[in-house]
C-alpha cells in the first residue's frame, strides 16, 4: 500500500514520541554537563563519567549486578523453556491447571508482594541473604517470561516436524535436541534476553531478596536519586542507554536483513 | 492401476496363499467419547499402493498415525509381518511416513534432511552419502542438494519429503495427503512419478487422501470409509463398476440413483418399479432379492444414452424432457426430468462441434441403457 | 514422551516454582494471621514441630484476622487503597487518551515507516524504568526544565510545584506503562481490513463516523487489554510514588514497603499485600477473559 501521512497522524506521532524520548535526550544530554546543577548548562564535560569509573561502591553494584544477571537469566532459561514444552507438549497431568497458574502469576503480581514473599520464605528457611537469593528470586519470577515467550513460539510450531524426526528413527530427546531446539533458537534467545534485562532493571525484589551484603545497581541508584538529581547517575544512565539502544537497533537491522533474505530466497524458489 | 497384458495380475489379495504385510485386527480408536476407528479389520499385501479414501474426519488419518505409531488402538492389534506393533515406539519402526505438511526440517539442508534418518540408522557412515546420492537421483533433485526447504518450489519440497521418508528403504511408506498442497496439474504428473517410484523400489505405500480422483489412478487397491468404518475395500474399477453400497457410489464419481422396488426376480434378472405408469427398470443382479423389497438402482451417467426419437431393441427406455445442459469441453451432461420430476443425468462425449448437436432445452428426449449397464444396491 | 523423562521434565520447573512461588506466598498469608512480636522474627506463632500436634494445634489456634480489622481501623491503610486505586484509574484513561492516536498514527503510517515505529515503541521496553522514572525528577522539579521553559515562555511567572505531588505520579505511571497502551492498540489496529473502512464509507458514513462506527468498535479488544496492562501494575507500583510522589502520595506499594522496611511489623505487611491481591484478582480474571474471548475469536 502506497500510504502518506495524513496531518493528524504526523502531529500525533511526532508528540507522542517526543514525549516518549524527550526525557531521555535531556538525562543524555545533562549527562555531559560541567554544572552539578540540575537544569544549568554549565560546558561540556565528561567529568561525571570520570567520576563515576572511579567510584567503587557503583563498580561494585555493577559488578554484583552483572553477576546476578548473568547466572539468574541462564537457569531461567533452561527452566523456563522446559516449563514451556510441558504446557505445550506434555499432555494433561495432575495440578496442571496450578502449574500454568504459577507461570502466569508472576507476569501481573505487583514487585512488592514477590519481593515481601521471597524474603519471607529465605527468613523461614534460615538462608542467609545475599547475592545468591537475588538469584533464586530472579530466577523464579524471570523463568516465567522465558516461558511465556516460548510457549508463544510452539504455539506456531508445526508439530508434524516433531513426528518426522521421532519417524526417521530419533528418540524423543534427540527429537528435541536436533529439530526443537534448533527451530524455536530465536524464541529461547529472545527469552534470555528478556530474562537478563528484567534481572538488570529490577529494584523491588532485589531489594528484599538483598541482605545487607549485596547491593545491585538498581538499588544503588535508587539509593542515590532518591534525594534528588545526581549527575553520577546521569552519567550511568547514558552508558545503559546507548547500549540497550546500540543492541536493540542492531537486532532490528538483523531481523530486516533476515526477512529481506528470506523473501528474495521464496521468490527465487517461485520462480523454481 | 493399469496391468500390461503379459504380466501377471498383480492380487495378492485374491491367493489365500498369501501373508499380508500389514493386518490389522478388529482396531477400534477411542478419543474420549469419540470414535475414530470402529472395529476396523483389514489386510495390506507387499508391493501394493493401497489408498484409505474418505472425507475428512472419517478416520483414515487416524489409521494411518497408528501404523507410524503415533497413536495406538484402544482395542484390537495391528501387525506388521506377524508381529505386534503396540509396543514399539515410532523411532523403532519399520515404516516410514511422508507427512501432509512435508514436515521438513527448516533449518537443514535438502541433502542433511535426506541424510537425516540414515543417520539414526545402523547404516555405517561410508554408506550414507552414496544412499543419500540415490535419493537425489531418483527424485531428480541433484541440483537442490545444498539448498535449504524455503529455497525451492512446492514441488521440490514434496520430493525432498518423499527422499526423505524412503532413505531408510522402509518395509512400509505411508503418504498423507502428499499431494495435496499442488497445484492441479503438478498434481496429476506427481502421480504417475509416485507410481513410477513406487514400481521402481517395490516398497508397500499405503496414502490418505480425500481426492477420489488420485486414489483410483494411484492406487491397487481403495479403501472407502466413513465414521470410522470400512464400507469398501477394493481394486479401483471394481469401486466403482460395482459399489457395495449407495455411500460408495455416490462417493466415486458422478451417479443417478434411483429409488425402487422389487417386482420379481428370475434368476439374475429382477425388475425395479420406480415410479407409477411406468415400465420397470431391468436389471441385473446376483444376489437374491424379494417382491416388495425396497432398493437403489444406481447408474453411472456416461452409461446413460439420450436420443430425440424412442430407440428400439434397448432393455430400459424412459421418456423425458432436457432440464438442464452442463458443456464441459469433451463431454456434455443433460439433467433430464423423468416421470415423477426426478432428475436423471446423461452424459455424451462431444464428438461432434457445437453446431452439429440437436438437443437443446426443453427437448422431449428418450434415456435408454442396458440390463447391465447399473447397479442394484440393497439397503 | 516415556515416564521417566516425562517425569524429570514435568517436575523440575514445577517443583521449582511451588518451593520459590506457591509456598513463598503461603508463608505470606500465614504471617498476615499472625501477631506483631518482638523477637526474630518479629512475629509469633512460630510453628514448633517438636512439640507434635499439640505444637500444630497451639500453632493454628494462635491465627487470627486481627492485622485486618486493624488495616480496616487505621485510615492509613484505607486511604491508601482508595488513593492507588484512584491513581490507577485516572492514569489508565490518560494513558489511553494519549495512547490511542499514537497507535492509530502507527497503524495508518506507510509500510515502509512501520517497523521504524514499532522499534521506537518497543526500546524503552529495554531500557531501565528506574532511570526512564528518574528522568523526569530533573523535568519536573521546582528549578527543572519544565518550569524553566515555562517561565521562558512566560505562561507563568512563578515555577510550578509539580515533584512531589499527585500529578508528578500520574506523568510518571503514563509515561512509563505508555508502551504497554500502545502495542495491543497498535495489533488490533494493525489487524483491521481496510476495505471495512472503504465499506463504511461507500454506505454513506463519513471519515468521522467510519472511525467512530467501525475502527473504535473493533479496537476495543486491544483498548481493553492495554488498559489492563497498565492499570495492574499501576496499582501496586513503588517506583513512581517514591521518586516522584514525595510524601504527599499515598500508593499501597510504597506503603507496604515501609511498612516492612520502616516500622518492621511483618505480620502488618503480609496483610497489606493479601489485601492488594485480592483486589487485584478482580482485574486479573477480567483481563485473562477478554484474552480468552480474543484467542477464540482468532481462531
Known sequence: ?272 | MAQPANRPVFAPWDDPKEKPLIRFQNVTKKFGEFTAIDDITLDIFQREFFALLGPSGCGKTTLMRMLAGFETPSKGQILLDGVDQAPIPPNRRATNMMFQSYALFPHLSVWDNIAFGLRRSDMAKDQIPPRVEEMLRLTRLERFAKRKPHQISGGQRQRVALARSLAKAPKLLLLDEPLGALDKKLRQETQFELMDIQETTGTTFVIVTHDQEEAMTVASRVAVMDLGKMIQVDTPDRIYEMPNSVYVADFIGDVNIIEGAVRGQDGEKAQIVWAEGQPPINATTAAPVSAGQKVHFAIRPEKVAIATEKPEGRANVIAGKVHDIAYLGNISTYKVEVAGGKMVKAQVANERRLARRNITWDDEVWLSFTDTAGVVLLN | MTGLRRLVLILTPYSWLIFFFLIPFLIVVKISLSNTALSIPPYTPQLDLAQGWAGVKDFFGNLDFENFSFLASDPLYYTAYLSSLKIALISTFLTLLIGYPIAYGMAQAPDEWRPTLMMLVILPFWTSFLIRIYAWMGILSNEGFLNQFLLWTGIIDTPLTILNTPTAVYIGIVYGYLPFMILPIYSALEKLDGSLIEAAEDLGCSKASAFWLVTLPLSRPGMIAGCFLVFIPALGEFVIPSLLGGTSTLMIGKTLYEEFFSNRDWPVASAVAVVLLLILIIPIILFQKNEERQREANG
Open chain 1, 1 to 272: 500500500m502506497n500510504r502518506r501521512f495524513s496531518w493528524f497522524n504526523a502531529t500525533s506521532l511526532t508528540l507522542g514520541f517526543a514525549f516518549l524520548y524527550l526525557p531521555i535526550l535531556i538525562l543524555v544530554l545533562f549527562s555531559f554537563n560541567a554544572s552539578k546543577l540540575v537544569a544549568v548548562w554549565g560546558g561540556f564535560s565528561t567529568k561525571w563519567y570520570v567520576e563515576l569509573i572511579h567510584d567503587q561502591a557503583f563498580l561494585d553494584a555493577a559488578w554484583v549486578t552483572l553477576k546476578v544477571a548473568v547466572v539468574s537469566s541462564t537457569v531461567a532459561t533452561v527452566l523456563g523453556t522446559m516449563a514451556a514444552y510441558v504446557l505445550m507438549r506434555a499432555g494433561r497431568f495432575l495440578g496442571r491447571t496450578l502449574f500454568s497458574g504459577m507461570i502466569y502469576a508472576p507476569l501481573v503480581m505487583p514487585d512488592v508482594i514477590m519481593g515481601l514473599a521471597f524474603l519471607l520464605l529465605f527468613i523461614s528457611i534460615g538462608l542467609d541473604r545475599g547475592i545468591f537469593t537475588i538469584m533464586l528470586a530472579h530466577t523464579t519470577f524471570t523463568m516465567c517470561y522465558v516461558s511465556v515467550v516460548v510457549s508463544s513460539r510452539l504455539v506456531t510450531f508445526d508439530r508434524s516436524l516433531e513426528e518426522a524426526a521421532l519417524d526417521l528413527g530419533c528418540t524423543p530427546f534427540d527429537a528435541f535436541r536436533s529439530v526443537t531446539l534448533p527451530i524455536i533458537a530465536p524464541a529461547v534467545i529472545s527469552g534470555w534476553l528478556l530474562a537478563f534485562t528484567l534481572s538488570l532493571d529490577d529494584l523491588v525484589i532485589a531489594s528484599f531478596a538483598a541482605g545487607p551484603s549485596a547491593t545491585t545497581l538498581p538499588m544503588k541508584v535508587f539509593s542515590s536519586v532518591r534525594l534528588g538529581v545526581n549527575p553520577e547517575i546521569n552519567a550511568l544512565s547514558t552508558i545503559m542507554i546507548s547500549i540497550v539502544t546500540v543492541g536493540v537497533i542492531s537486532a532490528s537491522l538483523f531481523t530486516k536483513r533476515q526477512i529481506a533474505r528470506a523473501r528474495a530466497d521464496e521468490q527465487a524458489a517461485a520462480r523454481g
